[in-house]
């Protein structure tokens, strides 16, 4: 059987992974339109790098009439748990050496000030009664938050109440390090054949049923085949997704949202002062997606901090490709759509634009009230991130991800943004599951399976703490996640 992927990303690099363990007489190629794997949003600052365990992000637990609800962080925390789970098993197979070249420890934090101190204040307590997070601790005492998170204290007055979180076992994670070596490992010891330079016109079915993938490959048409195609290339899945006449096609459409950071390199002794990710709240009447965080991330051995994020709107499906791109993509069903989610999300369509604008000045002025003085600290910059592609399903604008298999099990895609590459290992073990059925139910399948993912099971993860506690320590010591933080 011949499986081509479309995207050498996270999404793709995983699912390719998957399923040549499951079964290695398979024929797996990827085709990506850039010049190496891991390059597009998986690429180290094209994302926040953050380990989403729903342990800082309050917009995982969202609050109705001063109820927490914590069912999505629930189910992102299990999610991630599995996800670590198969790094670990690479690293303790050898396909990844070094579990620091793509994983660091990092404490999660939030933190708050006095308007939303009882929320905070609710939200530990709902959730430090799960297993999942029973290590949270919580304090509004200046001197402890400040021990916690130095940076975004230092410069704060002693009398400002304020509160926080945090959890020590947090992560920042590398995804494009992380792309590269399961590309190098898929490549060198599984088989899989990776095509570079490879810009995918369209996709369509032949009269015998497999799929044709017509390619511009560095200038020349190049046309591949397929059994099973998956596409896997973030907001590129949308205008091939459109390509492929599949009758469910007509019912999504693509809302792009770009966005920018703060950045400023640190030294290892300034990163061992703050080894913290600190969420806070968004702004009153702002989306989710701008909820403002300082993060220490880890590329190429450099530490760096990264404010944000700045959302704009850029109508572009994919970082480093145009409007015309995204217009060529567009059909007049779609209209309908894009205009109901102008009208019923106004405010988030007013606020992506006039985040639009917002120049240095501004961006530091944020960040100066996010964590007084530290503007001054460090020499900051501003960087373009990665374009996010929100999913607009019959005319509802949705912020999660969607797995969608064809009927007849020979074409899937992933659409939508966050969390994303977080959870990648669990979304495309389901993609594998629902594509290629008759390979996950073999025997010797179900046996590997079980290697890469000792607990794969989300409701046994939250229901069962005894069983969540050893595949979690298990997976920890592989990828170097201690109980507590030195220094």
């Not at 459109?242 to 990163?271: M, N, W």
């Not at 399976?449 to 997976?475: G, Q, S, W």
Request: with cysteine; proline share 5%; hydrophobic share 40%.
């Amino acid at each position: 059987m011949k499986v081509t992927i479309i995207g050498a990303g996270i999404m793709g690099a995983t699912f390719a992974i998957l399923a040549k363990e499951l079964a290695p007489e398979l024929d797996v190629t990827i085709l990506e339109r850039l010049d190496r794997a891991g390059a597009g949003n998986s690429w180290a600052f094209n994302n926040a790098g953050t380990g989403h365990e729903a342990n800082c992000e309050l917009n995982y637990t969202p609050v109705d009439e001063e109820v927490i609800s914590v069912e999505k962080a629930l189910k992102i925390h299990a999610q991630f748990n599995v996800a670590k789970q198969f790094w670990a098993y690479l690293v303790n197979k050898g396909a990844i050496k070094e579990p620091t070249s793509f994983i660091n420890q990092t404490k999660h934090c939030t933190i708050v000030s006095e308007p939303s101190i009882e929320e905070l204040k609710l939200r530990f307590k709902e959730m430090s009664a799960h297993h999942f997070f029973e290590h949270m601790r919580y304090s509004e005492d200046f001197d402890e938050i400040k021990s916690w998170i130095p940076f975004t204290m230092e410069g704060r007055a002693r009398q400002e109440k304020m509160a926080a979180t945090v959890i020590e076992t947090g992560t920042d994670v590398n995804f494009g390090a992380l792309t590269e070596l399961m590309a190098d490992y898929a490549m060198n010891q599984l088989g899989v054949k990776i095509e570079y330079g490879v810009h995918v016109k369209r996709v369509h079915r032949s009269p015998a049923g497999s799929w044709l993938v017509e390619t511009q490959t560095r200038g020349a048409p190049v046309q591949h085949r397929a059994d099973v195609l998956f596409v896997g290339a973030g907001g590129g899945a949308f205008p091939i997704l459109k390509k492929s006449h599949l009758p469910f096609a007509r019912r999504f459409t693509g809302f792009p949202v770009g966005g920018r950071f703060l950045q400023a390199r640190i030294t290892p002794e300034q990163a061992d002062q703050y080894r913290a990710k600190t969420y806070g709240k968004a702004e009153v009447g702002a989306p989710p997606m701008s909820v403002p965080h300082l993060d220490l991330r880890v590329a190429d051995g450099q530490h760096y901090l990264l404010f944000g994020p700045f959302a704009s709107f850029k109508p572009v499906l994919e970082k480093g490709r145009g409007l015309f791109d995204y217009l060529r993509a567009m059909r007049l069903h779609d209209i309908p759509g894009l205009l109901n989610v102008a009208l019923e999300h106004f405010p988030l369509v007013k606020y992506l634009i006039s985040e639009t604008f917002k120049g240095d000045k501004s961006m530091l002025a944020a960040l100066d009230k996010f964590a007084p003085g530290l503007s001054q600290k460090f020499n900051w910059k501003p960087i373009e991130a990665g374009q996010r592609v929100q999913i607009i399903k019959d005319g509802d604008l949705q912020m999660g991800t969607e797995i969608i298999v064809s009927s007849d099990k020979t074409y899937g895609t992933i659409l939508g943004a966050s969390p994303g590459a977080s959870v990648s290992p669990e979304v495309m073990l389901r993609a594998v599951e629902q594509l290629l059925p008759a390979i996950v139910s073999r025997e010797d399948s179900l046996a590997k399976l079980k290697e890469m993912f000792p607990e794969d099971n989300l409701e046994t993860l939250i229901n069962n703490a005894e069983r969540y506690r050893e595949v979690r320590d298990a997976a920890n010591k592989s990828l170097g996640i201690t109980s507590k933080l030195s220094g």
